[in-house]
């Protein structure tokens, strides 16, 4: 360990299409460096897992001495390695794990296999400080839509629900489809949107009413498509802004009220929003309203530590060390299923 | 001279370490769906087993296959991240080659291995060090005929080229796999073996790509297939 008061964690993510590598000290970002394949995958309509691995492990090299060299540092101050081992794409994760590994065996330090959704949410506090202790958090991407409730983000992360169908963000690439926006559709429909109107369609909201904190985005994306074919069938202009607009209204529209029920349900004043979704200008405003009416503390991390990356799983590993909590064997597997019970494996 | 090699394109998972005179320590088992598991250990395995650090390593080889793609990348991550740290270069040697090079054959011959699909990668050599053709994937009966085959992917398809052309080993040996990079390496000048493990863009997914195959080259993989995606074409209905 160096001669500092805090150790320097080296934090790999894989989980998807970002090979993601992020260099932390304690709560200090020190680097963030991401190499996406998503301009690969476009013209797939989605992420090709093989297309996936392949670039991670063309990418992971160069992407963590880029890192090193971003944050000024070299191998040798590093004191521990993190990674995402789960869950994921079984492949591309396998190929993190195999690079953490390799770099925690040869540099003779700590290795932290972590959860990627607990990595979610120990990321802000790179940006806002210490979460409080307990909070909520709504985790929201193409991979995973999910209610927190986070009394330790090192110990205890408690799942409230989570989709039964699509993630937030699946439905949006696949709405933009509809509507002949690129993928991903998340940005596309938000552009969008800003011209419609968030009430010219009544889209169905699954799961509104239902008392469970589970979602469900399945429906609302067929209603879409039916709808918007309707229009083609009657020779009709399908008017795309309000289709965005209505569609993005739905959706945050549940996923912010849930969040607050969640609030209301265990009484936490703090609800914090990751995942690539959040980068979404409408759920931001739409949660910051019902936050501030609710007396709600709503904390939403910067774009580039909302999707997926390596700082990220830094930042959870440097939470670990902090905790004192034992680091992983070097013979731990990639769980492409990884239960939100297992922070760290 | 230590060299570290391992492989991992085939379901044997092997790390082994070799002085430039002969193998110090080996590990294989065999296990095709923990590559990932296995491998980290297997090497701290071999390390200890001769009172080694990955300090007096001077040289790592990774299989770059052609192999089911999995556990291909598991080898050559952990030799390119492990090279990173360890500050020595990362080669590839084609995981066919190390297996005909453990056969010791003086005559002709084919090796195979599993490439899922009913399919086999394989190559020819006209003796144990010497490639003549390949790497290529291809059905079994379309192997050509006569010569012997190793490999497992010869066991696989006993039946389809003939019991009688079975031959050993099975699977590739990293002892095997470190000599023959031993003995490359031996013979270059450091500037020419750095230029080798320099690894150029792109991966080697073409048989046309493999064929200009060095024995000893930089660590990246020999897919030999483009990955399986179909370019969508407008959105299905969801009203009939
Ligand atoms: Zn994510």
Redo the contacts with the bound molecule.
Sequence with gaps: MNMRDEPIVLGIET??DETGVGLVRGHTLLANTIASSMEEHARFGGVVPEVASRAHLEAMAPTVESALAKAGLRFSDVDAVAVTAGP?LAGALLVGVAAAKAYALGLGVPLYGVN??A??VAVDQLEHGPLPKPSIAL?V????SSLLLVPDVAHDVISLGSTVDDAAGEAFDKVARVLGLPFPGGPHIDRSATSGSGTAIAFPRGKYDDGTLDFSFSGLKTAVARWVEARAAAGETVPVADVAASFQEAVVDVLTRKALQACRRYDVKDLLI???VAANSRLRALAQERCDAAGVRLRVPRPGLC??NGAMVAALGSELVAAGIRPSALDIPADSSLPITAIHV | MLVLALDTATPAVTAALHDGDRVLAESTTVDARRHGELLAPAIEHVLRECDASLRDVTAIVAGSGPGPYTGLRVGLMTASALAGTVGVHAYGVCTLDAIAYASGRGEPFLVATDARRKEVFWARYGDARTRLDGPRVDRPHDLPGELPVIGAGARMYAETIGPGRVADPEYPSAGALAALAAEHLAALTPERAAELARVPEGRIDSVEQARELAVLGPARPIYLRRPDAQIPGAPKKVTA
């Design positions: 989980s998807c994921g990627h959704l990595a979610h985790l991407s193409g991979g995973h990751g995942g690539g999707t997926d």
